[in-house]
């Protein structure tokens, strides 16, 4: 155990013991790995918002719904999110449209389950890292706890080869220890407040979606009253 005066982070962190120092390693990556998260998925959300906010504005400012449509085919780039729903509802709906005899209401539902598969990957899409900072967040604390206990267990057992027990020997292997603890929580926080933001935003998104697909499957339906070419 060592006994220096030295109480700085890096010298506590330099003279604790190897498994000790393996656990700070292992809470070290998961804070890189979740700030990387972090900063991907406040880029990736904040765009999805408005990209959102700004198809919405356009759509229902928009009378002409097959010039909507071609715009967005034909428009370069990669489409948003919302996009790509209507994209894909729409484009359904044109095809069995088209078709001889065709069904009104089987039209109706394949342009809804084209605009739902669509929705389901767009969602999968933004939850993605969101498991990984939940478990971060849940996990961290108790990795530290563990580096914790084990650097306290040798402070105390280096007790036993002196003769006489004081805070100056005792001091340093705790405080060692106690650093493991600090790291997990520093993990651990950012990760939870990220998951619980990225969580209500992305919740927030999902019930837009699904408010456009049901007010969009409505306007389809009146569309399908109305005979091709009219």
């Known amino acids: 155990m060592n006994t220096s005066s030295d109480m700085s982070f890096f010298s506590l962190v330099a003279n604790a013991s190897v498994f000790v120092q393996l656990i700070m390693g292992i809470l070290l990556l998961i804070s890189c790995i979740s700030w990387s998260s972090i900063f991907s998925k406040a880029f990736s959300v904040g765009r999805a918002r408005r990209a959102t906010r700004e198809f919405e504005d356009a759509f229902w400012g928009h009378s002409d719904i097959i010039n909507h449509y071609q715009r967005i085919s034909n428009q370069g780039g990669p489409k948003e999110t919302m996009e790509r729903i209507f994209d ?55 990795i530290g706890l563990l580096g914790t206990v084990w650097g306290i267990m040798n402070a105390f057992r280096g007790l036993a080869n002196v003769g006489q027990a004081t805070l100056a020997h005792v001091a340093p292997g705790i405080a060692e220890a106690l650093v493991a603890t600090a790291m997990g929580l520093f993990a651990a926080i950012p990760a939870v407040i990220a998951y619980n933001r990225f969580t209500d935003d992305v919740d927030r998104l999902s019930n837009q ?22």
């Not at 359904?92 to 005899?101: I, Q």
């Not at 999968?124 to 478990?135: G, K, R, V």
């Not at 699904?210 to 339906?221: D, H, K, P, R």
Request: charged letters at 25%.
């Open 88 to 142: 894909a509802g729409f484009r359904e709906f044109l095809k069995h449209r088209k078709m001889p005899g065709s069904d009104p209401a089987v039209v109706l539902e394949s342009a809804r389950r084209a605009m739902r598969a669509t929705y389901q990957r767009e969602l999968d899409q933004l939850e993605s890292s969101l498991n990984f900072l939940a478990t971060a967040g849940s996990v961290s604390p108790y």
């Open 209 to 230: 979606f699904e408010t456009f697909i049901e007010e969009f499957s409505n306007i389809l339906q009146r569309q399908i009253l109305i005979p091709p070419g009219h």
